[in-house]
């Protein structure tokens, strides 16, 4: 062969291969033409919808921050931040500060699930596994799932820009609506999931009859979106804009329908177990929650409150960064013989609330879902993220009853719960203000949970234990501020007047 | 695509039509001409290799440091093998975060053989920016600097033409030693030598750190903040923290370095090789640390037949590193952060048992191997030349490792990484140089290549194995590592590029020369319509001496000058594809959660930011002019002025938080560098010869554009403002303490006083300038202060000749350069990190040091919300100027003595060295160099050590 056939060979090769390598696509992601094709790409995007929404609330346990720091009942034993909004000085400047100020993470759950809606009509079209109950269950859940981070906002920071359609990139900044618009567009939405959400999933449901993406009904169980949910979730929005009568038909539907649900009253031990309670495990009496199972690799060290409560023996840390004062703990379980907590006139504590009582900073322990039960320890957590569950709704239904001026049913639903945890029945005689009782209930009960917050607000209470004066308050203390992120890149937004 | 297969067919009608005519040509007499380029700044660009072959470093950026005008190294610490970064003509982008830089480095081109780099798309899988996953290994490593003929860096944008769009940021082009047919010859380089563990190390115990902090809770301590003081320091009985402080004996030792290297090259007239080994073996001061290089590389020729040369080049490498046992390292890697309410004891009675079982259980492979390999054939005629070439560059990098129970709270932890990066590419080129008569030469070059990059990761890591001596991580029925505690990562990343090139050589009457080229190339990053890019480019050089007839006052005088316009690939394929779909539903601290209730998850990338369609390619124009020449006999001199724009650069841009994303990428970003590169030598004295040399580079930076045309963006703690320089630290200025809460400022408007970001202001809080007298401190206060990268750099360089005797004295300077001490930062915000459960709570060996001029850093309450000891003050910034002895070096040439000549040898030279003798600066912390990329030095570098080697140079 002469040299030159050779080179000319080389060129023949190169340049009749060069034609499709631009074309290349990429092994790293998936670019939005390949995306919405089918229905695994729609499972995706809607399961994406539940961990944005679990992101939100687990960032630097920032349903904690939002629902508990500033009511009172905790107090920081070292870290600065967390003192910082336990003291009300939500201005400080502390990263984890700037986290729990910016509402993106729950406009990222919006988001997602504004382009959820637009694209899953699409998968409908091209592919035929996906079929139009699957696609309506999954629109409902991402429309609750909207819904209740609205919902947040709504509570956390008040008016905020209401953005219901997909991203198109372009990011204009918009103003903010009023929240009575907000959370009407929330009722409404609730309300539409609910007509499309079955009450479980195990397959004979008008709404979901078959199984829900390849698994039995008890997989799902109060781990993602129900009519329970929905009604539950009415039930806290109505109740936070003074409707109670609405408040209490909802909280009446989710009462009602245990057995469809699949949710019913908790023991105290079971609200307080390591394993197989309300906080590891799917079901007890949970409404809707947000899991973080370690089986799938969705356990972590961080944004759980195990991080924050726990201390020695259960993990290997003295000192709990956040703890209940043990004179708070006495004056909030202040009846003997309750089974969550008590102590004897002999000294002796009982319940699985607290550990370590006698230290001078106690351990919370009622959530305490640790990966590894076993020694060594290991930080690593997977308690969900409990939203409302069925205490919850029947607390919620007494308080209802309570403004409703039906005393008798509220104590009905009170001592519903009283007697579940080894307290008396209470007395309308002898056991002072019933609204109080309630609440104090819901305190004890819900206590860690992200509740008392919005309760104490909801109720017009929170000046009694947050340390803002009731001025503070109707200048509007407690709403949270906007991140500097927030004011620095929408010029429609204006901080929140008392943070200004 | 239309494009290509015009000029495919253009250029097999070309090929035909040239072998048609080569056929004809009588050819037996044509000997291979070189390519006129003598439009480059040689002498600007070019490092002193021969001296390089006697310095004991492994990696080419620390061998390059301060040789070339112009070209900055940047390091983060002084451990063997560890990454180093060159910089050509400044920073042209922003740095936020480690992984940046990678885009900003020069390539490196061995032989015609562009190495592939590693990359940054694995850091996407860490939540921590301190080190790389995997071996964290330089890639030039894989080079032997003693096979190295010649370095020179291309700067100028017809001079990167050839290399295309890789080369925007600069060319590092390594041409090897070849083979030359004869005689067999041998050439030998040894040398071993010693590094010298600090001994000026102001250790400091429990004592120390128990005075230091007593000031502040005497002052300003609550009784729970007193309740709360560390356990460690609290009994002054506890010898573990109160005993001596001697933990600089155990932690830095003395260290050893050899390097061995023989070639050996001869062949007949028809094949010929050269082949040459070589051994570094290069030891840390930090104890374990060092890196392990063995390197082979081979060249060989052929000439089958006339005119047709074959060529085969092939280097392998294979880098086995001992890498640090810091702590955040550790923590980093294992992502998991054990109990740090009990650091490690100063006294090296106690820190030998951690020692002992960290060094008895655990190991630490990093392992690196490359391969570049090249064959190319070019057919050589009178005036034609085709060369066909297909190159392979292969590099895999591996850490494996394994942390006992015994060091980490009861739990082990096992990881393996391997990440593959592969190369393939084929480039053919056809030159043509007619006779134009003799006052014309002209060379006409056309190429066409493409090439192919696949890159690959695995990576998986365990916790809690069943025990210590199980270390690896095993599936199948009874898994060694606990279920739900092994997570595996995998990725890809592949990239193909196109390119075409046209070059046109002209010289006129020796004494005017151009170059002109220009290429347009075709990257898959992009989305389909952005593929391709046109880079244009000239360079003209005039020859003043020839033209004007200087005589012999110049013995050389010449004028350049080009400019022209390089494209810039993104580094990775994020950008190009619209907007994308990943998986992006973790929070701070769980950044991977990749399902929700075992269900996959995508997301649009929320946290990492949007993208959308039509990002298009970003750039860099470049002018330079410059002069070259010499007066009379002894000096030389060599400067040139160049103007660079970097444009359209991708950068992050804030969006509204209420659309979900923290932010959108977008193009638009645009720096300037500017700057002055000198040369300037000179020679004294005959039978004693001086010869001092200056090296010299200003530079100066600026942002002239933003996206959108903002005029600022705020990110990471830094801004990037339009008129400010891309390295600016962004800071409050401090102005001493508020003594008393009385002092602080009171707006009379509405009564209240200063607040920090509506904190209000107490006792004991910094005085920080309120600049816009709004009464509340805030970003709006902060200012531009200080910068990373120097304004002037370079060396004053001096050799001296006696006889067979040469001594020269390797300097490096560099002034108007700054870093944040916020080593400094860290100590005084005790109270913060103290009860830290996370990274900054880490407290490092190195922790038990004495705080350099602690008495200069005014006394503020630790535990104040304004965070007073935070980094981002002008309090912690420090002027980084420095001056260096970097090396003296005396070597003897032996080819006068008496059995030298006998024993018929070629050359023979002896040489000492002498490395890191002396530093001069202001700078309070470790070392002026060392920081990371940001400009932050958080004091985990390690120092440079005193190190003396000595060797031999061996020609047979």
Redesign the interface.
């Known amino acids: 062969m002469k040299?030159?056939n050779?080179?000319?060979l080389?060129?023949?090769?190169?340049?009749?291969?060069?034609?499709k390598?631009?074309?290349?696509p990429?092994?790293?992601?998936?670019?939005?033409?390949n995306?919405w094709q089918q229905r695994?790409?729609a499972?995706?995007?809607v399961?994406?919808t539940?961990?944005?929404m679990?992101?939100?609330l687990?960032?630097?346990n920032a349903f904690f921050a939002y629902g508990e720091l500033r009511a009172g009942n905790f107090k920081a034993?070292?870290?600065?931040d967390i003192g910082?909004v336990t003291t009300q000085?939500l201005?400080?400047?502390?990263s984890t500060l700037e986290?729990w100020k910016?509402?993106?993470?729950f406009?990222?759950?919006?988001?997602?699930a504004n382009?959820c809606l637009q694209k899953l009509p699409q998968v409908l079209e091209k592919d035929f596994r996906y079929n139009e109950q699957n696609m309506k269950v999954d629109m409902a859940s991402v429309r609750f799932l909207r819904a209740l981070a609205y919902f947040y906002i709504v509570r956390i920071w008040g008016d905020?820009?209401l953005?219901a359609d997909a991203?198109d990139?372009n990011?204009?900044?918009?103003s903010r609506d009023p929240q009575s618009k907000i959370l009407d567009f929330v009722e409404q939405e609730l309300t539409a999931a609910s007509a499309n959400l079955p009450w479980n999933y195990d397959g004979n449901q008008p709404e979901q009859i078959g199984i829900y993406?390849d698994q039995a009904g008890s997989?799902?169980l109060s781990?993602?979106a129900s009519k329970a949910a929905c009604y539950a979730l009415l039930a806290h929005v109505y109740a936070w804009r003074g409707d109670y009568a609405a408040c209490e038909s909802n909280a009446r539907l989710v009462y009602e329908n245990t057995s469809l649900g699949k949710y019913t009253f908790t023991t105290a031990s079971t609200l307080t177990a390591e394993t197989g309670g309300v906080f590891s495990a799917l079901g007890n009496g949970v409404i809707f929650s947000?899991?973080?199972?370690?089986?799938?690799?969705?356990?972590?060290?961080?944004?759980h409150l195990e991080d924050w409560t726990l201390s020695a023996p259960l993990v290997?840390?003295?000192?709990p960064?956040v703890y209940v004062p043990a004179d708070s703990v006495l004056k909030i379980f202040n009846e003997p013989n309750d089974q969550r907590f008590a102590i004897s006139l002999a000294g002796a504590v009982s319940g699985g609330y607290f550990q370590n009582f006698t230290n001078?900073v106690p351990m919370f322990s009622k959530i305490k879902a640790r990966?590894?039960t076993q020694?060594?320890?290991?930080?690593?957590f997977q308690s969900a993220i409990v939203v409302t569950r069925y205490e919850d709704i029947v607390l919620l239904r007494a308080e209802a009853l309570y403004y409703l001026n039906d005393l008798n049913n509220a104590m009905v639903y009170l001592n519903a719960v009283r007697t579940r945890r080894g307290l008396t029945e209470f007395n309308l005689q002898t056991g002072g203000n019933l609204l109080n009782a309630i609440l104090k209930e819901r305190q004890r009960e819900l206590l860690g949970e992200g509740q008392r917050w919005f309760d104490l607000v909801r109720n017009r209470q929170a000046h009694l234990y947050s340390g803002l004066t009731t001025d503070q308050i109707t200048r509007g203390a407690a709403l949270w501020?906007l991140?500097?992120?927030?004011l620095?890149?929408?010029a429609a937004?204006q901080q929140n007047s008392y943070?200004k | 695509?239309c494009e290509?297969k015009i000029i495919?067919v253009f250029?097999?009608v070309l090929?035909i039509a040239v072998?048609g005519r080569?056929a004809a040509q009588d050819s037996s007499t044509v000997k291979p001409q070189a390519v006129i380029k003598d439009t480059a700044f040689r002498r600007l660009n070019s490092p002193p290799v021969d001296l390089l072959h006697y310095l004991p470093a492994s990696t080419l950026p620390a061998l390059l440091d301060a040789k070339v005008p112009g070209v900055t190294t940047l390091r983060k610490s002084s451990e063997p093998g560890i990454p180093a970064w060159l910089l050509v003509r400044g920073l042209h982008g922003p740095v936020s975060k480690q992984s940046d830089i990678y885009s900003l480095t020069p390539l490196y081109v061995v032989d015609g053989i562009p190495l592939i780099q590693n990359h940054a798309?694995p850091f996407g899988i860490k939540q921590y920016d301190y080190e790389r996953i995997g071996s964290e290994t330089d890639i030039t490593t894989m080079l032997n600097i003693n096979d190295i003929e010649s370095i020179e860096v291309l700067k100028d944008p017809a001079d990167i033409a050839a290399y295309g769009v890789q080369g925007v940021d600069g060319v590092v082009l390594i041409r090897s030693r070849k083979p030359s047919p004869g005689k067999y010859r041998i050439h030998v380089n040894l040398y071993g030598g010693v590094l010298v563990r600090p001994h000026d190390i102001k250790t400091a115990n429990g004592r120390y750190e128990r005075d230091f902090r007593k000031p502040f809770y005497d002052a300003y301590a609550t009784q729970q903040q007193l309740?709360?003081f560390p356990a460690y320091l609290a009994d002054s009985s506890n010898a573990v923290y109160y005993g001596p402080a001697n933990w600089d004996e155990l932690y830095y030792q003395n260290a050893w370095q050899h390097s061995v290297n023989a070639a050996i090259s001869g062949g007949s007239e028809r094949a010929y090789f050269r082949l040459g080994l070589g051994n570094v073996r290069e030891n840390g001061i930090m104890r374990n640390t060092g890196v392990d290089r063995y390197n082979v590389s081979a060249n060989i020729g052929m000439v089958?037949?006339d005119?047709?040369t074959i060529t085969t080049q092939i280097q392998l490498g294979l880098t086995d590193r001992t890498r640090n046992t810091l702590l955040r390292e550790r923590f980093a890697e294992q992502e998991?952060?054990?109990?740090l309410?009990a650091p490690l004891s100063p006294n090296k009675d106690y820190l030998s048992n951690y020692y002992s079982l960290l060094d008895r259980w655990s190991f630490d492979k990093n392992q690196d191997h490359f391969l570049a390999g090249m064959i190319k054939?070019a057919?050589q005629l009178k005036h034609w030349n085709?060369s066909?070439s297909f190159l392979m560059n292969y590099h895999d990098n591996n850490r494996d490792l394994y942390f006992p129970?015994t060091i980490n709270?009861?739990?082990n932890f096992a990881s393996y990484f391997i990440g593959l990066d592969k190369r393939s590419a084929?480039k053919?080129e056809i030159s043509y140089k007619p006779e134009l008569g003799a006052d014309m030469v002209l060379q006409l070059t056309g190429a066409?290549?493409?090439q192919?990059d696949r890159r690959k990761y695995d990576y998986i890591k365990g916790?809690?194995g069943g025990s210590d001596f199980v270390k690896i991580i095993a599936g199948g029925s009874t898994p060694s590592f606990?279920?739900?505690?092994v997570?595996g990562f995998k990725?890809?990343?592949?990239?193909?590029l196109?390119s075409f090139s046209g070059r046109a050589n002209f010289m006129l009457k020796n004494r005017y020369e151009f170059t002109a080229a220009v290429s347009r190339e075709?990257?898959?990053y992009?989305q389909?319509g952005y593929?391709w890019f046109t880079s244009p480019s000239l360079a003209t050089a005039w020859d003043l001496k020839n033209e004007l007839d200087l005589g012999s006052a110049f013995s050389s005088f010449k004028i350049r000058a080009g400019i022209g316009r390089t494209g810039r690939v993104f580094d990775?394929?994020?950008y190009g594809?619209?907007?994308?779909?990943?998986v992006d539903?973790?929070?701070?601290?769980?950044p991977f959660?990749?399902?929700?209730?075992?269900?996959?998850?995508?997301?649009?990338?929320?946290n990492r930011g949007?993208t959308?369609?039509g990002i298009g390619w970003a750039y860099a124009d470049q002018a330079t002019v410059g002069v070259e020449f010499g007066l009379g006999e002894r000096w030389n001199i060599a400067a040139a002025y160049y103007l660079r724009n970097d444009k359209n650069m991708v950068a992050p841009v804030?969006?509204?938080?209420?659309?979900?994303?923290?932010k959108?990428y977008k193009n638009g970003l645009a720096v300037k560098n500017t700057g002055l590169e000198a040369n300037i030598g000179t020679s004294f004295g005959n039978g004693f010869k001086w010869s001092p040399n200056l090296l010299l580079h200003w530079n100066n930076n600026q942002i002239t554009a933003l996206p959108d045309g903002l005029s600022s963006i705020?990110a990471d703690g830094r801004r990037l403002q339009k008129g400010q320089r891309v390295d600016a630290y962004w800071l409050l200025q401090n102005d001493g303490v508020y003594e008393s809460d009385a002092a602080v400022p009171l707006n009379a408007a509405n009564g209240q006083r200063l607040?920090?970001?509506?904190?209000t202001v107490k006792k004991g809080d910094p005085r920080w300038q309120d600049a816009n007298g709004d009464f509340n401190v805030d970003?709006n206060d902060r200012v531009f202060r200080g910068n990373m990268y120097p304004k002037i750099s370079g060396a004053f360089n001096q050799s001296f000749y006696y006889k067979n005797w040469s001594l020269n004295l390797l300097t490096a300077f560099a002034w108007g350069k700054y870093l944040i001490n916020e080593a400094v930062a860290n100590r005084f915000d005790f109270?913060?990190r103290e009860?830290?459960?996370s990274m900054s709570g880490v407290k490092e060996i190195t922790f038990w040091t004495q705080i350099p001029d602690r008495e200069k850093y005014p006394q503020y309450n630790p535990?104040s919300?304004?965070?007073p000891y935070q980094r981002d003050q002008t309090l912690f910034l420090e002027k980084a100027d420095f001056l260096k002895l970097k090396s003296v070096l005396l070597s003897y040439d032996m080819k006068d003595l008496g059995w030298v000549k006998k024993a018929k040898i070629v050359s023979m030279k002896a040489y000492i060295t002498a490395n890191n003798l002396l530093t001069v600066t202001p700078y309070t912390g470790r070392d002026p160099e060392l920081s990371n990329y940001m400009g932050y030095d958080d004091g985990y570098g390690v120092p440079f050590a005193r190190s003396f080697s000595i060797g031999l140079q061996l020609d047979l």
């Open positions: 040299p030159y050779i080179l000319f080389f060129l023949i090769v190169l340049f009749t291969r060069c034609g390598e631009l074309d290349l990429s092994r790293h992601q998936v670019p939005e033409n995306m695994n790409d499972r995706s995007g399961f994406a539940y961990g944005l679990r992101a939100a687990a960032n630097e034993s070292n870290r600065a910082a000085q201005n400080a400047n502390f986290e910016d509402w993106r993470r406009y990222a759950v919006i988001a997602q382009l905020a820009p953005i991203v990139g990011f204009s900044g918009r993406y997989f799902w781990c993602i947000l899991t973080a199972d370690s089986r799938y690799q969705e356990s972590a060290a961080k944004g290997d840390k003295t000192v960064e001078p990966t590894f020694q060594p320890l290991f930080n690593n501020p991140s500097k992120n927030t620095a890149n929408n937004v943070w | 695509m290509k495919s250029f097999i090929f072998t080569l798309f309740s709360m089958p037949f005119h047709l998991y952060i054990p109990t309410t054939a057919y085709l066909s129970t709270d009861g739990n084929w053919n066409a290549g493409a192919w916790y809690r606990q279920e739900g505690t997570f990725d890809y990343l592949n990239h193909n196109v075709g990257s898959s992009f389909n593929w990775n394929d994020s594809y619209g907007p994308v779909y990943t539903n973790g929070y701070n601290g769980a959660i990749p399902s929700y209730g075992s269900m996959p998850t995508l997301t649009l990338p929320f949007y959308g369609w804030p969006v509204p938080t209420e659309y979900g994303f923290t959108a705020t607040t920090y970001y509506g904190v970003d109270a913060n009860v830290s459960g535990w919300l304004v965070q």
